[in-house]
């Protein structure tokens, strides 16, 4: 009973990640599959949408929502910010409507209880990701579409709460991001 489940569950998961490499499975927790409705549906942006960032959980939730998804970066504070934002910009010069770009560095600093890495990895994202993007837009004002610059989640450095230190837990504190939509300034 239980390996016709497992060989029933593995045979979906090969549907699910065709073409993509596999070699671990990680069986945690009973759970259900992920129903998302259609982005397009629930978001108003009806042209193709896409996530550019490296965390695995981004791809399915991509895969969920029926979202393009572009694997860049390593989710580490030494992340290829430059590659970020020039795919950013390469999918906004292919027409997509609305780019999500997530950036894993600054809490995986903040894990590692490294302040300097963290605000070097916020003045990176700064530099090769916000500004080239907003460049782009300044010169291309014909072609403006939607950008959601996103972190992981919140975590501070170095606050301490109930004894453990902030780099040890996740804040519920809304997720700080950047947004530029070019129809609403």
Known sequence: YVAAH????????????????????????ASKVL???PF???SGFNGKTAIVGCMDFLHGIAKAGGIDSFKVGNGRPDTDYASKGAKVIELLRNGYEF???HINAPDEAAHMGDLDGKIRSLEMID??????IVNYFHLHP???GGVMIVPD????????????????????????FALWNG???
């Open 6 to 29: 497992i060989n029933s569950y593995l045979q979906r998961v090969a549907v699910v990640l065709a073409g993509e490499a596999g070699n671990m499975l990680f069986p945690w927790s």
């Open 142 to 144: 014909e072609r403006l």
């Open 35 to 37: 129903k998302l409705p």
């Open 183 to 185: 129809r609403e300034r």
């Open 40 to 42: 397009a549906e629930v």
């Open 153 to 176: 989640h919140y975590t501070n450095l170095p606050e301490s709460v109930a004894g453990q230190r902030r780099v040890d837990i996740h804040s519920i504190n809304p997720v700080p």
């Open 99 to 101: 780019v999500v770009c």
């Open 127 to 132: 530099k090769f990701v916000v500004k080239q």
